[in-house]
């Protein structure tokens, strides 16, 4: 019979290097608290006509990505229904705001979430079909301050800040504004003009996208398209002034707290509900797949989800990239090494002394780890050597337990950094292993 594997693009995710992905995710919830975030958890999946209104049908992620299914009626009650695995998070987070009526409460909404999210892609390194993100989003009424500019950068002061405490040194933030949703607008058709003449020497999809969604276009990787591009419009030169002095204000309080962007002029971002600030955060360790996350402004995604008038700003990082990235940086896979190791050791003849023994090992152990120690249990079955073996890969030492110990109370222990053998009496030895 063949073995079952995972599925194409997706992975499983094993010690040590799921030590990793926790020490990421504390990190990220401890920062997130300090700015007063709270927790959203939306469900995995969701009617399609949510991502195809939020994210734009004319996205590479609605278009081709999605994961979808007819989910037939159960009973008379259930409607036949078209759902989708989560793309990404920010169309759920909206549509929860809208659902639960959140801007009712006339205050600013901080939420962010952890999860996975489904794609369709081709996988690759730092690229999956399931992958985890890390996001943010603030969201809520106007006259709870959720058009400021100083809400942007706030939040990308706060990237900085969390990529900081994480470790993650070198990475460049991209900046942009693609403008109100006008500005947009006057920018598609100054680009459409600007491509007719010079489309049918660009590549397929760019001829494609310069019918659809010519904003793609600045999206293209395909090195002869480049220079073209180079020659498009810019869309810096489509805001009006009230998206320049916005970015304007961005740029200058970020400049004040200190936090390093450059300008990104094609920086458009792959999904439609953008307006004004964009950004994205690279890594030159990541390779092709070079960005650590991205995110931006949709001041009109609620309306566009039937909802009042909400605008937000928010990100959501790779999580599978941070983990990428910190492994490369941190040269080895994080070791996880028990504080000890307990080792029973009895007569392996003699099936009673044995189960005694090992009783007493477990008895022990449980003390132990009551008190807070990682411990790794042996089995009195093991001869001595192959206790020290089995200690040495998984322990920082060993507790020997026999019969004399038992009775004596007092346990030799051996600490294998520096060779020392030590008898400890049990009542001190949590005390001796945190040490
Ligand atoms: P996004 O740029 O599509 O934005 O994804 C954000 C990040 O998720 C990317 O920068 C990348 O690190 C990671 N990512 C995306 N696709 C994959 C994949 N196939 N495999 C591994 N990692 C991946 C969004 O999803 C927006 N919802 C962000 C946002 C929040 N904008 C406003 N609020």
Same mark, same amino acid.
């Given at each position: 019979m063949s073995t079952l594997k995972a599925v194409r693009g997706t992975r499983d995710l094993l010690p040590p290097e799921t030590a990793l992905w926790n020490r990421i995710e504390t990190t990220a919830r401890a920062v997130f608290a300090r700015y007063n975030f709270g927790e959203i958890r939306t469900p995995v999946f969701e009617d399609t006509a949510l991502f195809a209104r939020g994210v734009g049908e004319e996205t590479d992620i609605v278009s081709k990505e999605m994961y979808t299914w007819e989910d037939r009626a159960r009973a008379q009650s259930e409607k036949t229904?078209?759902?989708?695995?989560?793309?990404?998070?920010?169309?759920?987070?909206?549509? $929860?705001?809208?659902? @639960?009526?959140?801007?009712?409460?006339?205050?600013?909404?901080?939420?962010?979430?952890?999860?996975?999210?489904?794609?369709?892609?081709?996988?690759?390194?730092?690229?999956?079909?399931?992958?985890?993100?890390? =996001?943010?989003?603030?969201?809520? !009424?106007?006259?709870?301050?959720?058009?400021?500019?100083? +809400?942007?950068?706030?939040?990308?002061?706060m990237l900085a800040t969390l990529l900081d405490e994480l470790g993650i040194t070198g990475w460049t933030l991209h900046l942009n504004s693609v403008g109100s949703a006008a500005d947009r607008a006057r920018y598609n058709?100054?680009?459409? #003009?600007?491509?007719?003449?010079?489309?049918?020497?660009?590549?397929?999809?760019?001829?494609? +996208?310069?019918?659809?969604?010519?904003?793609?276009?600045?999206?293209?990787?395909?090195? &002869?398209?480049? !220079?073209?591009?180079?020659?498009?419009?810019?869309? /810096?030169?489509?805001?009006?002034?009230?998206?320049? $002095? @916005?970015?304007? /204000?961005?740029?200058?309080?970020?400049?004040?707290?200190?936090?390093?962007?450059?300008?990104? @002029?094609?920086?458009? +971002?792959?999904?439609?509900?953008?307006?004004?600030?964009?950004? &994205?955060?690279? @890594? =030159?360790?990541?390779?092709?797949?070079?960005?650590?996350?991205?995110? =931006?402004?949709?001041?009109?995604?609620?309306?566009?989800?039937?909802?009042?008038?909400?605008? =937000?700003?928010?990100?959501?990082?790779? &999580?599978?990239?941070?983990?990428?990235?910190?492994?490369?940086?941190?040269? #080895?896979?994080?070791?996880?090494?028990?504080?000890?190791?307990?080792? !029973?050791?009895?007569?392996?003849?003699?099936?009673?002394?044995? #189960?005694?023994?090992?009783?007493?090992?477990?008895?022990l152990a449980r003390e132990l780890r009551r008190a807070g120690l990682r411990i790794e249990l042996g089995d009195g079955s093991f001869r001595l050597k192959k206790s020290f073996e089995a200690a040495d890969k998984t322990a920082r030492s060993i507790v020997i337990l026999g019969e004399d110990e038992l009775q004596s109370g007092i346990l030799t222990v051996k600490t294998f950094s520096t060779g020392i053998q030590t008898k400890v009496p049990r009542t001190e030895l949590a005390a001796f292993l945190s040490s």
């Open positions: 229904q078209t759902l989708t695995l989560r793309p990404e998070n920010t169309a759920g987070v909206v549509r $929860a705001y809208i659902e @639960h009526q959140l801007g009712n409460t006339g205050d600013l909404q901080k939420l962010y979430y952890i999860g996975p999210q489904f794609r369709r892609e081709r996988p690759q390194k730092g690229r999956y079909r399931q992958f985890s993100q890390i =996001g943010a989003e603030v969201i809520g !009424p106007p006259s709870a301050g959720s058009e400021s500019p100083l +809400r942007d950068a706030e939040v990308l002061e058709d100054a680009l459409r #003009a600007a491509l007719v003449p010079v489309v049918g020497r660009m590549c397929v999809d760019c001829q494609r +996208r310069a019918v659809t969604n010519p904003l793609r276009v600045l999206d293209c990787k395909v090195p &002869e398209d480049q !220079p073209i591009i180079d020659t498009l419009p810019m869309i /810096a030169d489509s805001l009006d002034e009230a998206s320049q $002095a @916005h970015f304007a /204000a961005v740029t200058a309080a970020l400049d004040a707290a200190g936090v390093p962007y450059t300008r990104n @002029h094609r920086l458009v +971002r792959g999904l439609d509900y953008y307006t004004r600030t964009t950004f &994205e955060f690279t @890594h =030159g360790g990541l390779g092709a797949q070079n960005a650590l996350l991205g995110g =931006g402004r949709y001041d009109g995604l609620s309306e566009m989800l039937g909802g009042p008038r909400a605008p =937000g700003i928010g990100f959501a990082m790779g &999580e599978d990239r941070l983990v990428l990235t910190l492994l490369a940086q941190e040269s #080895a896979a994080p070791q996880v090494v028990a504080d000890a190791f307990i080792a !029973p050791l009895g007569d392996a003849k003699n099936a009673d002394a044995l #189960a005694r023994m090992n009783a007493a090992a477990l008895a």
